[in-house]
C-alpha cells in the first residue's frame, strides 16, 4: 500500500500538472471575486472564508476524473480489481484517495493563506480557514472516489463526476464555513462545526471507498 501511495503521488504530481492546474484555478476564483463584489474591503473580509471554501472545493473537483483513468487505461485497474477481494479493494481504494488528495489537494489548502490574504482576511480567519479546508478537504476526495468510480468507463467521464459530487459535498461547504467563521464572528462558535465536519471526513473515510470499490467492481462485472 506504500508503494501504491508513492506511485499515484508520483504519477499526480507529473502528470497534466494537476497540482498546478487547480492552484491557477483557485487563483482565478479568489481574484475574480472582488470585481463581482465590489473593492469593499470590510466586505471582502467578511465574505473571505466562503470565498476560500468555494474555491478550493471547486478547484478540487477538477481532477478527480483522473483519479482511476489512468489506471484503467493502462489495465492495472482491473488488475487491482482482480487481485484484491471487496474488502482489501475498498482499501485500495482509501490509499489511492490519499495520494490524489497529497498530489491535488494539499497544495490547495498550502495556498489557501496567501489567498486569503487578498481578501483582507484578519490572521486569525486565515488560519481557522486553512485549518477547516485540511481537515475536509479530504471529505471532497473520499466522495469524489465513488463519483469517479461510476464514471470511469464513460467517454467523456469528467463532467458527470462534478455534477454527482457536488450535491454531496455541500455539508463538508457548510460546516467547514461555519467553523472558518466561528473562529472570527462572535458569538458564533468554532468547535462545534469543526467538530462536526472532522465527523464528516471520518464518515466519508469509511463509506467513500467502500461505494468506489463497489462501482469499481460492477463496472468490471
Known sequence: MLALYLRDVRLGIRAGGGALTGVLFFLAVIATIPFGVGPDLNLLARIGPAILWIGALLASLLGLDRLFQADREDGSLDLLILANDRHLLAFTVFVKCLAHWTASVLPLVIAAPLLGLFMNMEPLGIG?????????????????????????????????VSVLVLPLVIPVLIFGVSASYGAVAEPDPFLPPFLILCALTLFLAVVGPVAAALALRWGAD
Do not use: D, N, S, Y
Open 128 to 160: 481557522a480557514a486553512a485549518l477547516t479546508l485540511l481537515v475536509g478537504t479530504p471529505a471532497i476526495t473520499f466522495i469524489g472516489a465513488a463519483g469517479a468510480a461510476v464514471a470511469v468507463a464513460l467517454p467523456r467521464g469528467g463532467l458527470l
